[in-house]
């Protein structure tokens, strides 16, 4: 977000052109393969490695971050791999296989999802592909391949494709002779899992978040030395405990060879029975986010009283850095904005909550240089935050860091705080169009990090230039087009639409460059949330529940004359 008037700060992506007709080339070298050869005979063995994702991705490379195991759906076993394409990336995994000289080996795999292609590469013959165009259950993907004279290794690889939903895989196999390596020896007992965190407290709950194990297929978790609940996955949810009080938790791995030894023991206590540090007011289904300047750039100068009814949520810009790594403080620019007291800015927030609205405190901005790069910056963040939100009755934080975001500390300062404010805390995200490109930025790895406790993502589709689509095409910002193909990207990378809101300026005077008109925020609304005026681009289903929309700034809004909350607030809270 700008603190300076009618910035012309752009950030521009080069894409790159897709070849045409790249599918149907890639489709008819996969169906061209001819001369293929006899069975596997019954002495062969799979020389290929974790075939069934058991292990995690271990002996597998996934292009750009693009893979990672999943444990619904599996063809077999515990684990299957989910391989997401993002703009440039078809999200390819590959795996080394030895293999014996001059020998047939059966390349084969289970797909489902999108477009799937399962291919050997290196064979020092003919290099083979096969592939699936999608499918909603099961399919097996199957060809053969001869080595050469002198081959002893080839890359066997799944991938998806560029624009297309992501694809499943599960139960690989290289069937042909040892060429060495053998095959995957019998489970062994796992290790002690690592990393044991408390995340978000209630009054009858703690959530449990641990780093995987390699090897193990479920995790038994334990309170005060009792079995408590098991998962499959790095993290579970301890419920039926009493308020306001301590309790020891510990969590071991399994699998089909035994159960580990326990892990360090973590102490969580539970929120007292009322949480929180002021009035919860709830976020309605549909709302509109608005930021308010604690500063004078040219725009309306406004008290938090002047802002329009329209909007749900006011995040107050903004919080300041400190000399201490990762805290912010927070100061009322009353000179700035003709001797606003503190007094005043306190008890108009009381009465906008108890008009039913939110006013959270937004961190960072174009300038705001506020990092959170480690364990203790992360502690002084959801420390200070927390103070913040004590003083002046904050229902929460809005992340708008424009200068780079570490997830993994971003991610425990977040559920820090969580866990010291309760489960009214509102969490907002601000981030720029670059930052949500791909599931592997930091933003969008936050994003889906704190999925359970984050309310929305008001990404800014503005300053930015052209950017890549969901379906792999470039858009241009200012068009109904840019804002619902680029949003298609949160929606369909793990976001629930609940969670995924436009970002606009109010004004022309808000941006440097990316402003629509209200009736073009309105057209894209009900594209994504009903179907109905969509550009070129329509998405492939509709998101009823999505969140809303969000401008900076309610004062540029003023400015003009509250046009802009005048036409889309009404909008978005008429939606379905």
């Not at 995994?93 to 590469?121: D, E, H, M, N």
């Not at 364990?375 to 103070?387: P, Q």
């Not at 929305?456 to 950017?467: A, T």
Request: aromatic letters at 8%.
């Amino acid at each position: 977000m700008e603190r300076s008037a009618g910035s012309s700060r752009h950030r521009r992506r080069r894409v790159r052109p897709l070849l045409g007709g790249a599918v149907a080339v890639v489709a008819a070298g996969a169906l061209g393969v001819t001369g293929l050869v006899s069975t596997a005979q019954a002495a062969d063995i799979n020389v290929a490695r974790n075939a069934g994702f058991e292990s995690g991705l271990a002996g597998w490379t996934c292009s750009g971050g693009s893979g990672a195991t999943v444990s619904s759906p599996v063809h077999g076993g515990s684990s299957a791999l989910k391989a997401t394409p993002a703009g440039q990336d078809n999200a390819k995994c590959t795996q080394t296989v030895a293999v014996k000289p001059g020998s047939t080996y059966t390349l084969s795999s289970w797909v489902q999802g999108g477009y799937a292609y399962l291919g050997a590469s290196g064979t020092g013959t003919t290099d083979v592909s096969t592939w699936s165009p999608g499918s909603s259950s099961w399919t097996q993907l199957r060809t053969t391949f001869t080595t050469g004279p002198s081959t002893t290794s080839v890359t066997v690889y799944t991938h998806g494709w560029y624009g297309q939903a992501a694809y499943v895989a599960d139960d690989v196999e290289v069937t042909g002779p040892d060429g060495g390596g053998g095959t995957d020896p019998g489970p062994s007992i796992p290790g002690a899992p690592a990393g044991l965190a408390v995340g978000t407290t209630t009054s009858s709950s703690v959530a449990l978040t641990w780093n995987a194990v390699s090897g193990a297929t479920g995790y038994t978790v334990y309170r005060d030395g009792t079995k408590a609940t098991t998962s499959t996955g790095t993290s579970a949810t301890v419920t039926g405990l009493a308020a306001d009080t301590a309790y020891q938790f510990s969590v071991s791995a399994t699998n089909a060879a035994g159960e580990s030894v326990k892990s360090a023991t973590v102490s969580g206590r539970t929120a007292k029975t009322a949480t929180g540090p002021g009035p919860t007011t709830s976020v309605p289904k549909h709302a509109v986010t608005g930021y308010w300047q604690n500063f004078n750039n040219g725009a309306a100068v406004q008290k938090l009283s002047d802002v329009p009814a329209d909007y749900d949520i006011i995040a107050v810009s903004f919080a300041d850095a400190t000399a201490t790594p990762g805290a912010v403080t927070f100061n009322l620019d009353s000179a700035g904005l003709n001797g606003y007291t503190v007094a005043q800015f306190k008890a108009d927030i009381k009465a906008k909550q108890a008009a039913g609205k939110n006013v959270i405190i937004s961190v960072g901005g174009e300038k705001g240089a506020v990092a959170v790069n480690s364990d203790a910056s992360a502690a002084a963040f959801a420390d200070s935050v927390y103070a913040l939100i004590q003083e002046y009755g904050f229902n929460g934080v809005d992340i708008d860091l424009e200068n780079g975001l570490n997830s993994t500390y971003m991610t425990k300062a977040l559920r820090s705080l969580s866990s010291k404010a309760g489960s009214g805390l509102v969490i907002t995200m601000a981030p720029q169009t670059i930052d949500m490109q791909s599931t592997s930025g930091e933003y969008f790895k936050t994003a889906l990090n704190i999925k359970d406790i984050l309310t929305v993502v008001n990404m800014q589709y503005y300053n930015s230039g052209s950017m890549l689509g969901c379906d792999g095409k470039v858009y241009s910002q200012g068009s109904v087009d840019f804002l619902t193909a680029l949003a298609c990207i949160q929606l369909e990378g793990g976001l629930a639409p609940s969670q995924v809101g436009l970002g606009v300026p109010a004004s022309t005077r808000g941006a440097g460059s990316g402003y629509v008109a209200p009736s073009v925020v309105n057209a894209a609304l009900d594209c994504l949330a009903k179907g109905t005026g969509c550009g070129s681009f329509k998405p492939s289903r509709t998101y009823p529940d999505l969140r809303g929309a969000m401008t900076w700034s309610t004062n540029w809004d003023a400015t003009a004359g509250n046009a802009w909350s005048g036409a889309v607030g009404p909008h978005v809270h008429g939606l379905p």
